[in-house]
């Protein structure tokens, strides 16, 4: 069973930084793409960062030049750094993974999507 499980949250001032991780387990083999999302109260989710099998990442606007998506593959493991961190950064952070279609007939969890239980993000000013 897919798993993913999300750390490095807590609470910081405006302008520090953390880390968040996001260790994923529960297959092998199959080709996947990791995401993370964000939600703070009273709002709908929303995407924040991702990175393709090849590395490729993309950023919201909102966090573009302060936040960096890396990925250790030999961990299965997906990381934010977060610099510059404002108020309006705190959220519950998620991270997801989706498992390509066109990966190959034998990955029963091609087309999949998982997601995190979240790790929470709390900015004062």
């Known amino acids: 069973q897919v798993q993913l499980v999300e750390s490095g949250g807590g609470s910081v001032q405006a302008g520090g930084s953390l880390r968040l991780s996001c260790a994923a387990s529960?297959?092998?083999?199959?080709?996947?793409?990791m995401s993370w999302y964000r939600q703070a109260p009273g709002k709908e989710r929303g995407y924040v960062s991702g990175?393709?099998?090849?590395?490729?990442?993309t950023y919201a606007e909102s966090v573009k030049g302060r936040f960096t998506i890396s990925q250790d593959n030999a961990k299965n493991t997906v990381y934010l750094q977060m610099n510059s961190l404002q108020p309006e950064d705190k959220a519950m952070y998620y991270c997801?993974?989706?498992?390509?279609?066109?990966?190959?007939?034998?990955?029963?969890?091609?087309?999949?999507?998982?997601w995190g239980q979240g790790t929470q993000v709390t900015v004062s000013s």
């Open positions: 997801t993974i989706y498992f390509r279609r066109n990966n190959p007939s034998w990955c029963a969890l091609r087309g999949s999507t998982y």
């Open positions: 529960g297959y092998s083999g199959c080709k996947a793409d």
């Open positions: 990175i393709d099998i090849y590395g490729s990442t």
